[in-house]
């Protein structure tokens, strides 16, 4: 890995370079959650409307395959930067293919929806993990100004999932959904516009791979790339002609578990074939619970996008005076809560650890997952309340936001961390590009939970929340529970037990 040793501050104290990543990575964030929070209300409007006329379980179900891809795809992403492009040629490539995507999106035609969602999906694998990476790349492993540049990044995803939610929302709203998704192929192309013209800021790092790689491997991993692609293409054509049907909510199901065991299997051979010691084991049996509740928080957390956002559209007052509040403009709540409140929560770990009160890994992820899930029991009485045909007010939902942002910060962050310091140095990488798995498994899994319980055509959703709210307490309970007994594995000197 080539690192920027120098002594750059040109950017609010920091490397130049991360004001180039700040930007493009708020305008592709811009794209992707502008166009997140359309989705599901695009797929179910009917066709008179705009819309596909999909069945609510279908497109539950394709939103939580579409998120799950996003970040599954992530893994391959990385692969390629690291042994083909470098991850400078993988951000801008990445980029361009998202971009491609969000224009696919804009033409109205059924026939291309897919294939724009196919764009966006591959080319977000390839610009997500890279361009996070090389924030990292930007400082010196001496350098204290690392966990501050993250810090400022990560402000620029969330700036971005607010312009994007709020721009978006509104064009969808006032103009049409495929104005909304042009909006999103317009930010991302703005977002390449200004990375080619402050490129040079990032200096030497990731200017090409860094697993050096034979001809003949080389040559062969293309051949491989360009096999995966090909198989998408036919896929795609089949099903636009109709020669192949596929059930997506099975295809949902199938996925989750085959995640799942993905993870699994990987998992179980770094711990029984790694020849880690006593305490190494120890320690990634901690980090299991993390990643347990990890999946489970995001399958609750992810219905954001889908059932959360069609009870804004249909069951929730929108009308301020003449005023329509843009069903989107909810999925900004998230963004903004965390921007404000990061930084309480940054002082409280602080303060706790400085009172020796800090909690351990695993009892801030239960915290987590338990505050999420009373988010839900806002959300069980506000569908009962809209059960009866009335339109509920907004606060429920801004309710239910800020407790998912509160649990939110409980656990992303502190598992990011967990796995930092938890896993085995040797296979540090691939237990983080392992813990993204976690994110695709609870993504699917939310969209196949909507699907089954939440896609009535009634309109009732309060049996889905119901669900939720027994599945994510009992996890949060055992993780708890479960995290009392392996606290002290987690600590420093258990390594030399």
Not at 195 to 201: E, L
Not at 454 to 466: I, T, V, W
């Amino acid at each position: 890995m080539t690192t920027n040793t120098s002594n750059d501050t040109s950017f609010f104290g920091h490397p130049g370079g991360l004001l180039t990543l700040f930007f493009t990575e708020m305008w592709e964030r811009m794209s992707y959650y502008g166009m997140r929070a359309l989705l599901v209300i695009f797929m179910t409007m009917t066709l008179q409307e705009g819309g596909l006329d999909f069945s609510k379980d279908n497109a539950y179900a394709i939103y939580g395959l579409y998120t799950g891809a996003v970040y599954f795809m992530g893994l391959s992403g990385g692969w390629i930067a690291d042994r083909l492009l470098g991850g400078q040629s993988a951000v801008w490539y990445g980029g361009i293919t998202i971009m491609l995507g969000h224009i696919i999106l804009a033409i109205p035609s059924t026939n291309t929806f897919f294939i724009g969602l196919i764009f966006v999906v591959l080319g977000t694998g390839l610009l997500k993990p890279n361009i996070s990476a090389m924030v990292g790349q930007l400082y010196t492993e001496q350098d204290t100004r690392r966990d501050s540049g993250y810090t400022i990044y990560y402000m620029g995803i969330n700036l971005g999932s607010v312009i994007g939610n709020l721009v978006c929302g509104y064009l969808a709203t006032n103009w049409g959904y495929h104005y909304a998704f042009g909006a999103a192929a317009i930010g991302m192309a703005v977002g390449l516009i200004q990375y080619r013209m402050t490129q040079h800021k990032l200096g030497t790092i990731a200017t090409g791979p860094t697993v050096s790689m034979s001809a003949t491997g080389i040559r062969n991993s293309w051949v491989g790339v360009l096999i995966f692609l090909l198989s998408i293409v036919v896929v795609t054509f089949l099903m636009s002609t109709g020669a192949m049907v596929i059930d997506v909510v099975s295809v949902a199901k199938s996925v989750a578990y085959i995640f799942t065991a993905i993870f699994v299997l990987y998992y179980a051979s770094i711990f029984f074939f790694g020849n880690l010691d006593s305490a190494e084991k120890k320690r990634m049996i901690s980090l299991l619970l993390i990643c347990i509740a990890s999946a489970c928080f995001w399958a609750g957390f992810e219905q954001a996008g889908s059932s959360l956002n069609i009870f804004a559209h249909e069951n929730t007052e929108r009308l301020l005076g003449s005023f329509e509040i843009p069903t989107a403009w909810f999925q900004s709540l998230n963004a903004i809560f965390i921007i404000t409140l990061s930084p309480f929560f940054a002082a409280l770990w602080i303060n706790l650890g400085k009172k020796m009160l800090d909690p351990s890994y695993g009892i801030k992820c239960a915290i987590g997952i338990l505050i999420m899930a009373s988010g839900f029991i806002v959300m069980f009485f506000a569908a009962q309340a809209a059960a009866s045909g009335l339109k509920v007010a907004p606060y429920w939902l801004v309710a239910t936001y800020f407790l998912h942002t509160v649990g939110e910060l409980c656990l992303s962050p502190v598992a990011l961390s967990a796995v930092s310091k938890l896993s085995p140095k040797r296979f540090a990488g691939q237990m983080m590009g392992l813990f993204v798995l976690t994110y695709s498994i609870g993504n699917v899994i939310a969209g196949v939970l909507a699907g089954s319980f939440g896609g009535e055509e009634s309109g009732d959703l309060s049996g889905l929340f119901a669900f939720i709210i027994q599945f994510t307490v009992s996890i949060g309970v055992i993780v708890f529970l479960v995290a009392l007994f392996t606290r002290k594995w987690e600590k420093p000197e258990q390594e030399n037990a």
